[in-house]
């Protein structure tokens, strides 16, 4: 009985197991057909759609062929227009020329004749009253720079009263915005007063990242004082800044324009730009080649031997020469300038003033009267554009 169970059971087990794989492989089946279905369907939308995107490029390749073929046409349409226009106007001008040449003419031979006496009165009228113009501009001018010549002694006089803490402020509010102004990429702030710290901090930042500190004090005072650079260095040695700079217009005795004292760089106000540009540029390099601080401290005392060292000193002095030398060449190119437009206004009002004897003459021969005695008068009945004095390029 056993064995016939056995039996019975495995002929059932393998019919089932035979049915499950022929369920199985036709389960699969109809997956894969559907896979092959989506799969063709597929190549066929990106087919159709390469086929649009074809379609469509042609389209706007020829869409614009055709835009720029009608702006190429209109652009040549208006070219021509405005060369017929241009043609115009020139044949206009030089009409114009002749008949103004004629009328010179006429006007000359008709002043000859008998109107000389009459324009001459005209001339000596109108530069009279040009002349009185010109002489209450003056008088005018000479009160305006009067005034401010006394605001300016004025001011003079408030500027010396000031304090020597006035004066500091203002040396360190120059300070501070000049590098500000030369590094815009780093944060540099000013200390309040009142509180513990050198005026202006100046942190060097290298693309986004603090890279270190340079602690700047102004101090524009008559005489020097050594407490300046133990203060300076306190304060270095509590925000643990790598540089300290004394910007000063004074020395100690013996030394000008820059020197170091305990660690402190003391330069004259002028070169301040240029050292914190140095010094940036070596914390810079400290922090990306990632030197330790025996290393930074080593590279820090080589680069102070070469600031103070005499070769370097006397290049700097060249620098800030040429950077003068610069500054003069602007200031004599504004003169230059000033000279030109001063002599242009004045060959303009001679220019006016010419142009106005030839309008008084030919207005005196077209629009004038003869009298019995055989005199022209004229009605002064020239347009106002001709009777107005040519502006000169300073009063513009």
């Known amino acids: 009985m056993r064995s016939r169970l056995q039996a019975q059971f495995a002929a059932e087990y393998e019919k089932q197991r035979l049915a499950s794989e022929k369920k199985m492989q036709t389960e699969n089946n109809k997956v894969i057909a559907k896979i092959a279905a989506e799969r063709d369907d597929s190549n066929k939308k990106l087919k159709e759609a390469n086929a649009r995107e074809s379609e469509m490029r042609k389209q706007a390749l020829e869409e614009a062929t055709k835009t720029a073929a009608k702006q190429l046409k209109k652009q040549n349409e208006t070219l021509q227009k405005m060369t017929t226009e241009r043609d115009t106007a020139v044949r206009k001008i030089k009409e114009a020329e002749a008949r103004e040449a004629e009328i010179r003419k006429q006007a000359k031979d008709e002043a000859e004749k008998g109107s000389l006496k009459e324009l001459k009165k005209q001339r000596e009228a109108l530069e009279k009253d040009h002349d009185s113009i010109i002489l209450k501009k003056q008088a005018e001018f000479n009160r305006e720079r009067d005034g401010w010549q006394k605001k300016l002694k004025e001011m003079e006089r408030k500027v010396q009263k000031n304090t020597a803490n006035q004066l500091g402020d203002g040396a ?225």
């Open 172 to 396: 360190e509010l120059d300070l501070y915005e000049t590098l500000r102004e030369a590094f815009t990429d780093d944060r540099v702030t000013r200390v309040p007063r009142g509180q513990n710290g050198a005026d202006v901090h100046h942190e060097v930042r290298y693309k986004g990242q603090r890279c270190g500190l340079i602690m700047i004090d102004s101090k524009n005072r008559q005489s020097w004082q050594n407490a300046y650079i133990s203060k300076l260095r306190a304060d270095q040695m509590a925000a643990k800044a790598e540089h300290a700079i004394l910007s000063s217009s004074v020395f100690p005795s013996g030394e000008k324009e820059m020197c170091m004292q305990s660690d402190v760089i003391v330069v004259s106000p002028a070169r301040v730009v240029y050292l914190v540009q140095l010094l940036r540029r070596s914390i810079i390099s400290t922090h990306v080649l990632g030197l330790s601080m025996e290393e930074r401290n080593n590279k820090t005392d080589q680069l102070y031997k070469l600031i103070t060292s005499e070769a370097y000193i006397r290049r700097f002095d060249e620098v800030v020469k040429l950077n003068e030398e610069v500054l003069q060449l602007d200031v004599e190119e504004q003169k230059a300038h000033s000279i030109v437009w001063r002599n242009r206004g004045t060959l303009t009002k001679r220019l006016g003033n010419l142009l106005r004897q030839i309008d008084t003459d030919v207005a005196a021969v077209v629009e004038g009267n003869r009298t019995d005695d055989g005199n022209v008068t004229a009605k002064s009945k020239l347009p106002p554009a001709m009777t107005q004095p040519v502006q000169s390029r300073e009063a513009i």
